[in-house]
């Protein structure tokens, strides 16, 4: 059954603030993460565009960007995650620019290869995400019916360095209480994603080399990857 928000809290919500240097000094500033608003979702996308395609690891392996119909599938899989509500975005104190942005889902029972994915190195990225989930069960090993999971967190190249990546992992908690949901979970492609995950408290329940996943065959095989390995991580909500 499929998780779908309810109208309160409304949005957009504030769900976490933290201080951080500014982009151009070692001045700190605050920073907020909160609900995206329907106005900015085309900002957004363009924002994935800029900087994740060419910088998370399955992607930048696949070359998604150079792919039309892998990108424009992504694209709309993107738009798909935004009209689900659960997006949040970052910025600094006295701007709207985006500084991250973090595409969340409630998940339930359905796969996303139910989608019918026609790029194949769109379909290749998928299948490898959903192997992970298929040998660790999450909803069978918390014994729970929806986990708060993501599909990608961006940051602005502008910002990175500063340790924000690791601040907006920290809101899945606050969000999680409130809409009673009591773990999360996600699929870490990069050794600087696993280690900020980690930092925060998430557990390695899965981790697969990418040297095993080429022995898999052609479509697990990912050419040129600097990470070691694709780790399923999670965290129980108290």
Not at 151 to 177: D, F, H, S
Not at 182 to 194: E, G
Not at 196 to 201: D, E, H, L, T
Request: proline fraction near 3%; hydrophobic fraction near 35%.
């Amino acid at each position: 059954m499929e998780w779908t928000r309810p109208e309160q809290p409304v949005i957009p919500q504030t769900w976490y603030t933290f201080k951080a240097k500014d982009v151009d000094s070692d001045r700190l500033i605050t920073y907020r993460v909160e609900d995206l608003t329907e106005d900015r979702f085309d900002d957004v996308i363009q924002h994935y565009m800029e900087n994740f395609l060419d910088d998370e690891p399955l992607c930048q392996s696949k070359k998604v960007s150079e792919d039309e119909l892998s990108l424009a599938e992504i694209r709309g899989f993107w738009r798909w995650c935004l009209n689900k509500r659960m997006t949040i975005a970052c910025y600094k104190k006295g701007s709207r620019e985006i500084v991250g942005a973090y595409l969340l889902h409630v998940k339930g029972s359905k796969k996303l290869l139910d989608a019918k994915i026609r790029g194949e190195k769109l379909k290749d990225i998928v299948a490898t995400n959903e192997y992970m989930t298929d040998q660790y069960d999450v909803q069978k090993q918390y014994d729970v019916e929806y986990y708060l999971t993501a599909y990608g967190l961006a940051i602005n190249q502008r910002y990175r360095g500063r340790e924000i990546a690791t601040e907006m992992l920290k809101v899945r908690v606050p969000l999680c209480r409130a809409f009673g949901i009591k773990v999360t979970a996600t699929n870490f492609t990069a050794l600087a994603s696993q280690l900020a995950a980690a930092k925060v408290g998430f557990r390695t329940d899965l981790e697969v080399t990418y040297d095993d996943f080429a022995k898999m065959g052609p479509h697990y095989f990912y050419p040129g990857i600097k990470s070691k390995s694709l780790k399923l991580m999670s965290l129980k909500i108290e």
